[in-house]
């Protein structure tokens, strides 16, 4: 497939699996520059009316389809602008996966799977006090059950290995993708 626009590396695993750690690691090495981007920058950079959601003003689940479509949309459109991006994302649904699929189609996407056990995805989850209890959980039932990956790595290893396993799987990744092969595997002739 010939890809336009920036590179797009996509880090998809469970809530406090450390995507946001792995993503920061690989863009201080990395030879070139990558945009991260992620659902937490929604909420760091106060983008969503939260307190008025917390009041009951606006349901989030009214409005939460919208946001990540919308945040789905905005990977691509850094791309095709020319940035490269490393997108930490949590995939829910095999529909959140095949929308990034349509919406990604034709970019260069390294996709990775970033593992931890329930054990210490809970662990993390209760130290960081910032995440429901409960999603970690749920996440890691479901994050990659609809995906193949290009690169699998386990956040409970080396956080140095794991960056060094993803910049070098990245500069040497095989044609075609994973993502590719998925997206061929929705749109078979």
């Not at 809530?15 to 659902?39: E, I, V």
């Not at 490269?84 to 949590?90: E, P, Y």
């Not at 209890?133 to 790595?153: I, K, N, P």
Request: glycine share 6%; charged share 20%; hydrophobic share 45%.
């Amino acid at each position: 497939m010939n890809h336009l626009g920036g590179s797009i590396i996509l880090i998809n695993g469970p809530s406090s699996s450390g995507k946001t750690t792995l993503a920061l690691a690989a863009q201080s090495r990395l030879a070139t520059p990558f945009l991260r981007f992620s659902f937490d920058l929604f909420l760091d950079c106060q983008a969503l009316p939260l307190e008025p959601i917390r009041q009951g003003k606006f349901a989030w689940d009214a409005i939460r389809p919208a946001v990540f479509t919308g945040l789905h949309r905005c990977v691509p459109a850094l791309a095709r602008a020319g940035n490269n991006v490393i997108f930490d994302h949590i995939i829910e649904s095999q529909a959140w996966l095949e929308d990034l699929l349509e919406s990604l189609s034709g970019l260069d996407v390294f996709f990775v799977g970033l593992h931890c056990s329930l054990t210490e995805l809970e662990r993390r989850e209760l130290q960081r006090g910032n995440r429901r209890q409960g999603d970690a959980q749920m996440d890691f039932q479901t994050v990659h059950r609809f995906a193949s990956y290009d690169l699998e790595l386990n956040s409970e290893n080396a956080l140095e290995a794991n960056t060094t396993a993803l910049i070098e799987a990245w500069k040497n990744r095989a044609r075609p993708s994973a993502m590719d092969r998925m997206i061929d595997g929705l749109n078979p002739l």
